[in-house]
């Protein structure tokens, strides 16, 4: 889903800048740039809500989904 997508690419950058720190000089400019960034990338993890009411994940989707079929499920009994 979108969410797991989203999150692992924020991880795989944080992963990317600590590879990427040990091309350059321990006092480098640089090096420094990427610890920041790695840290900025894994801080701050989005997170998909619902106008702030609840937080959208695989579960809820998936769970949206069990309703809506066991409804419709239901209704086609009766006709």
């Known amino acids: ?3 797991n997508s989203v999150s692992s690419t924020g991880k795989e950058m944080s ?3 600590h590879k ?3 091309n350059f000089d321990v ?3 640089v090096r420094k740039e990427l610890f920041k960034l790695a840290d900025i990338a894994r801080s701050y ?4 809500t619902a106008a702030n009411f ?3 994940n695989k579960g809820t989707i998936l769970g949206i989904i069990n309703i809506a079929t066991t409804y ?3 209704l086609i009994q009766f006709f």
């Open 15 to 17: 992963q990317l800048c």
């Open 72 to 74: 419709l499920i239901v």
């Open 27 to 29: 006092d480098s400019k």
């Open 45 to 48: 993890e989005p997170e998909f």
């Open 1 to 3: 889903m979108m969410e």
């Open 20 to 22: 990427l720190q040990g």
């Open 54 to 56: 609840f937080v959208i």
